[in-house]
């Protein structure tokens, strides 16, 4: 891989070095002049075409600066050499290290705008990107008509060739298939077509209803420029988009840029060592929920794991590479053993293999911690003061219930991070529409218990927050119920869900604009394998490949009876595996890194949006000026080092063939310097 890395790196500077010729600044003889500044940011022109605001997505979720030139705004700037590059301190300065274009020649071939680019290109050694455009001699690939192909790519499976895996695309493994959804709607078109003298081909396919392979993803080199031709239509949720944007966007800068992308899956098990409440396929509700009329609880089992499923849950982590949080109540256990003639296998299970688990504090005995609610009315409110205020739990209340669950994990060794916490429901935080506001007692409960990091619900609350000193840290709640045990209990809810009344359903897709009902209800004894499974793993993969460290959670009771969470995880995982090389792990970040990792990402936007950064590279020195105390993310090639006052250390850690950190200067340095490998 190293040796591949290099061969793509050597292309690169290839070209970089005849834009220093087309200068003067490297050709023999010629007198010795500074090689030429190139800002560290990337120019994007926009047609408000989805494949570009996928590529600016990615490159915004990664945290690369760009500037955007909107093509449809009446006043938008002229593409000239003074808007390109400029002199700095006598220094020619690129004000661009890549271009992505909506197509070859959005402005025009022969324009002034265009020419003014493509000189640009070819004076500094620019790479550029076509977003979208067709197979034709002008972007280096024949017609489909000689021996091509052009038409739907819905369910097409794409390779990517030898020289992609040698160059910005050697993070995968895998063949990449194109989504097909929804079989009577055609989601990816494309053009197939078969590679000219100066083209390689990086992503291609098998020629349908023809022979051989053509490309879809490729570079053409010609007349002193390198351009990405991409030629199939995308949009920035769809899964083959979502895997080959870290390619488009390594080749684009060559590998070196600010900001860095790594895939991320943690999942969160709430709810260990307390019981669950068990869906009433009766009544279909939940017994002991308020809105569940005629139902109490009483008499119906309780979703509790048992010893043989937490000796399964320690099996399957060895077996897969693979580390659960563990959120506990470890006071609903209690209560579980005092009941239980105190005796209770599965927390001496758990105990004994505790060291296996990451632990998270999910309090005592799970109460809510918001409004105290009155339960009088369906749905439940917020009690009332006799002055009409609300009336919340106390801080003490609260403290307690993070408190003890604490000293209870001290006591019986498990290594829980005294930061982390998430709070049964999330509750504390504000909740709509009941509770429009954080219970003002849990900033100073969260303070009186070192918390750092609190746990909120993503589909409700998707940004980092802060609650009093404490940042929040969103979550993804997977689609694999609380209160179902069994594969049919589970098929009966989301039935109840998801099919229309007339099907049996409650009609809830029916009236949701932002939802869709079944066709027809799930088998209650294939469903769950047929259908759910492969829709939440889709989900979860999705949100794993976006450089998205959120983590997801689910519930002990998805560990017990019938297992249901391991199915989606292994097939997360498998379907991760089959796609990306060895090189490209995933990372499995605990809660409290993951809400560092946002905290970095919000303060890093803003300094990039405020202009407050400033970064560049000259020959093989990097140069990144950033406010006081940010966090500041690059990504480099192997053998990248950072300057130090005495010397050098090695930069970064490795992924996807590359070194990425976030990083700060040194002590006493006001910018972060590093030396690229030469």
């Not at 002049?33 to 494949?51: F, T």
């Not at 002229?78 to 890549?98: E, H, M, N, W």
């Not at 849950?313 to 009941?339: I, M, P, R, V, Y």
């Amino acid at each position: 891989m190293a040796q591949s890395a290099h061969r793509w790196r050597d292309a690169a500077a290839a070209m970089a070095a005849a834009g220093l010729l087309v200068l003067g600044l490297g050709a023999p003889g010629a007198s010795a002049a500074p090689a030429p500044r190139i800002d560290l940011k990337v120019l994007v022109v926009d047609n408000g075409d989805s494949p570009v605001e996928a590529i600016t997505a990615e490159l915004k979720n990664t945290g690369i600066p760009y500037t955007t030139v909107d093509l449809n705004a009446s006043g938008r700037p002229t593409i000239d050499t003074a808007f390109l590059s400029d002199t700095v301190g006598g220094t020619p300065r690129a004000k661009y290290q890549g271009v992505v274009l909506p197509n070859e020649a959005p402005f025009g071939a022969g324009s002034a705008e265009q020419t003014a680019l493509e000189t640009y290109e070819k004076t500094y050694g620019i790479p550029q990107v076509d977003a979208y455009t067709w197979a034709h001699p002008e972007v280096g690939l024949d017609y489909t008509t000689a021996g091509g192909w052009s038409g739907s790519l819905d369910g097409k499976q794409a390779a990517v060739t030898t020289e992609g895996r040698a160059g910005a695309f050697g993070y995968l493994d895998g063949p990449v298939a194109f989504e097909d959804n929804a079989p009577d709607i055609q989601e990816s078109y494309g053009y197939v077509a078969k590679p000219r003298t100066g083209f390689t081909s990086y992503v291609d396919i098998a020629v349908p209803s023809g022979t051989g392979r053509g490309s879809l993803i490729g570079e053409y080199a010609h007349d002193g420029r390198r351009e990405l031709v991409v030629t199939f239509a995308y949009n920035q949720y769809q899964q083959q988009f979502r895997v080959l944007a870290r390619g488009i966007v390594e080749w684009l800068t060559q590998g070196v840029h600010l900001g860095q992308n790594r895939n991320y899956f943690s999942v969160h098990v709430d709810d260990v060592f307390a019981p669950d409440s068990r869906w009433d396929t009766v009544r279909n509700c939940t017994p002991g929920d308020f809105d569940c009329v005629g139902g109490d609880g009483e008499g119906t089992t309780p979703i509790r794991m048992t010893a043989d499923d937490a000796a399964y849950a320690a099996q399957w982590e060895a077996a897969s590479g693979f580390t659960l949080d563990l959120a506990f109540n470890a006071g609903s256990g209690e209560e579980w053993k005092s009941e239980n003639g105190n005796v209770d296998a599965l927390t001496d299970k758990l105990l004994a293999d505790k060291a296996k688990y990451r632990w998270v504090n999910h309090t005592y005995t799970h109460a809510f911690l918001g409004c105290v609610q009155d339960t009088s009315t369906v749905p439940w409110s917020c009690a009332k003061n006799a002055d009409g205020s609300t009336q919340y739990v106390s801080r003490a209340d609260i403290s307690a219930e993070i408190g003890n669950n604490y000293n209870w994990a001290l006591s019986h060794g498990l290594s829980t991070d005294r930061t982390e916490l998430v709070t049964g429901e999330h509750s504390g935080l504000k909740s709509l529409p009941q509770q429009p506001a954080d219970n003002p007692n849990l900033a100073g409960a969260l303070a009186d218990n070192g918390v750092k990091w609190t746990a909120s619900d993503n589909s409700r609350e998707p940004a980092q927050r802060a609650a009093g000193s404490a940042l929040t840290v969103p979550r993804y709640p997977m689609n694999v119920y609380y209160n179902t045990g069994t594969e049919a209990e589970m098929a009966d809810e989301y039935n109840w869900i998801y099919t229309s009344k007339a099907d049996g359903g409650s009609g809830l897709c029916e009236d949701n604009p932002t939802s869709t009902c079944l066709s027809e209800p799930l088998s209650s004894s294939t469903g769950y394998d047929s259908y759910i499974v492969p829709q939440e793993a889709r989900t979860a993969l999705g949100h794993a490949i976006s450089n998205d460290p959120r983590p997801h959670y689910a519930h002990q009771s998805n560990l017990a009876e019938d297992r249901l969470l391991y199915p989606v995880l292994d097939k997360v995982l498998a379907d991760y595996r089959a796609l990306y090389a060895d090189n490209t792990p995933l990372e499995n970040p605990r809660q409290s890194a993951i809400g560092t990792e946002l905290k970095y990402r919000a303060a890093w936007q803003s300094a990039v949006g405020n202009g407050s950064v400033t970064a560049y590279r000259v020959g093989t020195t990097v140069t990144v000026t950033a406010p006081s105390g940010i966090h500041i993310p690059v990504t480099a090639p192997e053998g990248t080092k950072k300057n130090t006052l005495l010397g050098t250390t090695a930069f970064g850690t490795p992924y996807a063939g590359e070194r990425s950190a976030w990083t700060t200067p040194e002590l006493l340095q006001t910018a972060l310097t590093l030396t690229l490998p030469s």
